[in-house]
């Protein structure tokens, strides 16, 4: 088993950055790929991201290719995402998941966090 918590939503305004955490117990998360979704009212959720169990290769969604980073740092359990240059549109509830293979589809995922609030102001 895999706990995740993520931390670092919160209200920033267009143009703004943050940066979420996702800290990882249990087994060790180098052995799992990890993605970053989210899930915006009355939406389904969304890939945003994902990051293979070494760090050397990621994916991104269109939406936010060139603005946000994906990275990991296995000797903590933890994994990053760097949002750059935000948009109204980014606002969502941004969910950090594990799992044994590198994908942007939610159900190959086993392990879920609780979700942390991105809320982007015009």
């Known amino acids: 088993q895999v706990q995740l918590l993520e931390s670092g939503g919160g209200l920033v305004q267009a143009g703004g950055s943050l940066k979420l955490s996702c800290a990882a117990s249990g087994r060790t998360l180098s052995n799992y790929a990890v993605a970053w979704f989210r899930q915006a009212p009355g939406l389904e959720r969304k890939f945003v991201t994902t990051?293979?169990?070494?760090?050397?290769?990621?994916n991104y969604a269109d939406s936010v290719k060139g603005r946000f980073t994906i990275s990991r740092d296995n000797t903590n359990n933890m994994v990053y995402l760097q949002m750059n240059s935000l948009k109204p549109e980014d606002t969502a509830v941004y969910y950090c998941?594990?799992?044994?293979?590198?994908?942007?589809?939610?159900?190959?995922?086993?392990?879920w966090g609780q979700g942390t609030q991105v809320t982007v102001s015009s």
């Open positions: 998941a594990a799992g044994p293979s590198y994908s942007s589809i939610a159900g190959t995922y086993n392990y």
């Open positions: 990051i293979t169990r070494s760090g050397g290769t990621t």
